[in-house]
């Protein structure tokens, strides 16, 4: 059976997850980033922390800021797929 490892952080993610990520590199198959994720830089330290393949879950992306992190993150490479569903980029 497939262990299952789920952690809940409560803290600065421009800190946590980064620490997080060089502690464990992209262990995470699901993500959810909920906050204030207007800058891609909290969807590049979330993609840092997720397997390939891996989802990363947005939310509010009815408002501008998280839309154009979004889109920025897919043309950097980093996300990659369309709509809704969104897969981290492989490495």
């Given at each position: 059976?497939?262990?299952?490892?789920?952690?809940?952080?409560?803290?600065s993610?421009?800190?946590?997850v980064?620490?997080?990520?060089k502690?464990?590199?992209?262990?995470?198959?699901?993500?959810?980033?909920?906050?204030?994720?207007?800058?891609?830089?909290?969807?590049?330290?979330?993609?840092?922390?997720?397997?390939?393949?891996?989802?990363?879950?947005?939310?509010?992306?009815q408002?501008?800021?998280?839309?154009a992190?979004?889109?920025e993150?897919?043309?950097?490479?980093w996300?990659?797929?369309?709509?809704?569903?969104?897969?981290a980029a492989?490495?």
């Amino acid at each position: 059976m497939p262990v299952i490892m789920m952690i809940m952080m409560m803290m600065s993610k421009s800190t946590t997850v980064p620490r997080f990520s060089k502690r464990h590199g992209r262990a995470c198959d699901l993500f959810s980033v909920d906050g204030d994720h207007s800058t891609f830089r909290d969807i590049s330290n979330t993609v840092g922390a997720t397997r390939p393949g891996g989802i990363l879950v947005l939310d509010d992306m009815q408002n501008r800021g998280p839309c154009a992190a979004f889109e920025e993150s897919v043309r950097r490479g980093w996300l990659v797929g369309h709509g809704p569903s969104v897969e981290a980029a492989p490495s």
